[in-house]
Structures are given as structure tokens and as C-alpha cells.
Nanobody, 115 residues
Framework: QVQLVESGGGLVQPGGSLRLSCAAS????????MGWYRQAPGKERELVAH???????NYADSVQGRFTISRHNAKTTVYLYMNNLKPEDTAVYYC?????????WGKGTLVTVSS
């Protein structure tokens, strides 16, 4: 069983920055992908960014150049550095780990971008 615990959400003004953290614990196989998804009110959950265990990354077009994903601590912790935040980035952000055909999710952390 895998547990994912997120932290770092909150209220920020447009143009501001936040860092989200996600720590994974449990039985984690080395071949995995960790990443972040988000879900805004009334919208479907969408991929924000993900990182494979060997360091390959992928970003949604809407966050390319503003967000950076990185993995640390034996690749069991993933961060999302969010810069130049916009009101449309407001959403619940979920940490995800995909491994051996299984998807694991955190409970989510709310990011609100508003003046």
C-alpha cells in the first residue's frame, strides 16, 4: 500500500509563487511516475506535470515555463514549484504516483490565486 501526503497549498496573489510537496511512503517500486494533477471547480481533473524515476518530465502547456517539478529523497518526495501564478491556476492539486499498473492519489491541497 502506498500513501501520499501533500502540503503547501494556500492563498496567493496573482504573480506570486508557491511550492507544493508530496511525500510517498509504503511499498514503492523503483519504476514509477510521480506527478501533480489539479481539478478546478466544475472542471475535470487534469495533468499538471509528472516526473519519471529517471528524471524525465512532462508539463501541461498551460504551466510550461512557470511550474517546475522535481523529485528528491530517493525519489519518494516530489515538489511542484509554481511561479507567476494566475487566477486560472486556482484548483485542488493532487499528488499522484503510478506504479505497476496502479494509480495512487493524495487527498489534495487547495491553491487559490486571488487578489
Amino acid at each position: 500500500q502506498v500513501q501520499l501526503v501533500e502540503s503547501g497549498g494556500g492563498l496567493v496573489q496573482p504573480g506570486g509563487s508557491l511550492r507544493l510537496s508530496c511525500a510517498a511512503s509504503g511499498t514503492i517500486f523503483s519504476a514509477n511516475i510521480m506527478g501533480w494533477y489539479r481539478q478546478a471547480p466544475g472542471k475535470e481533473r487534469e495533468l499538471v506535470a509528472h516526473s519519471t524515476a529517471d528524471g524525465s518530465t512532462n508539463y501541461a502547456d498551460s504551466v510550461q515555463g512557470r511550474f517546475t517539478i522535481s523529485r528528491h529523497n530517493a525519489k519518494t518526495t516530489v515538489y511542484l514549484y509554481m511561479n507567476n501564478l494566475k487566477p486560472e491556476d486556482t484548483a485542488v492539486y493532487y499528488c499522484n504516483l503510478f506504479s505497476v499498473g496502479m494509480n495512487y492519489w493524495g487527498k489534495g491541497t487547495l491553491v487559490t490565486v486571488s487578489s
